[in-house]
């Protein structure tokens, strides 16, 4: 108990709170009646509710866009290989710069603010989207903003996401608020390849079907 006293003043000392000077005393009178929340209890109060969805919406994204920028590689144009090795060694510096920046501007920040800059990468690339090849200027464009600007932000956000979902939800629906988020970008990056497979499907379909005109 005085370990814990101690190190309950200590975090109260860094972030620049003052504790009572009466010792700390555990009421262990209600840890009977304590009760494990379930997925009913995230949307017991209009907070609760806005948290759980704003974090449900914030994986979905996070995952789809993640896994979409990997998938795009093949298609995007350029060559393949030097689109994967691209959209995979630009994580190297992602994750120590998403460490400072959470650490800098804050959890809430370090995921909106990177989720934004990297969908502003993504419709830049597909504003530069051509149907002329010869033109390399737009061809290196795209990769650059989709393989190596789009996926340095969203691999910052989705790291951070991970923290910032975890202090959002009450200690007894954490566990239920986190596996919720965790399916939802389940959901997320599984209908990404959905549509990838429905895609490559239909226009399979199409050229085989299709008869040119005698």
Do not use: H
Request: with cysteine.
């Amino acid at each position: 108990m005085d370990e814990a006293e101690k190190l309950y003043r200590k975090i109260a000392r860094v972030n620049g709170k003052e504790l009572p000077e009466e010792a700390l005393k555990i009421d262990t009178g209600n840890d009977a009646k304590t009760r494990l929340g379930d997925f009913r209890d995230l949307f017991k109060t209009k907070s609760l509710t806005r948290t759980t969805l704003i974090s449900c919406f914030c994986w979905f994204v996070n995952s789809m866009v993640y896994y979409g920028v990997f998938l795009s590689a093949p298609s995007i144009g350029g060559n393949m290989y030097l689109n994967f090795f691209l959209a995979s060694v630009v994580e190297l510096p992602a994750i120590p710069g998403g460490v400072w920046i959470y650490n800098r501007f804050g959890r809430k920040r370090g995921v909106i603010v990177p989720m934004l800059l990297s969908a502003a990468g993504a419709a830049g690339a597909v504003l530069l989207t051509t149907d002329d090849k010869s033109n390399k200027g737009f061809l290196a464009g795209k990769i650059i903003l989709s393989m190596i600007w789009a996926k340095f932000w969203i691999m910052i956000s989705y790291d951070g996401v991970y923290i910032y979902s975890f202090e959002l939800f009450p200690t007894v629906v954490r566990n239920v608020g986190m596996s919720t988020s965790l399916g939802c970008a389940r959901i997320g990056s599984f209908s990404l390849l959905t549509s990838f497979f429905w895609d490559e499907c239909i226009l399979s379909f199409l050229m085989e079907s299709w008869q040119p005109c005698p």
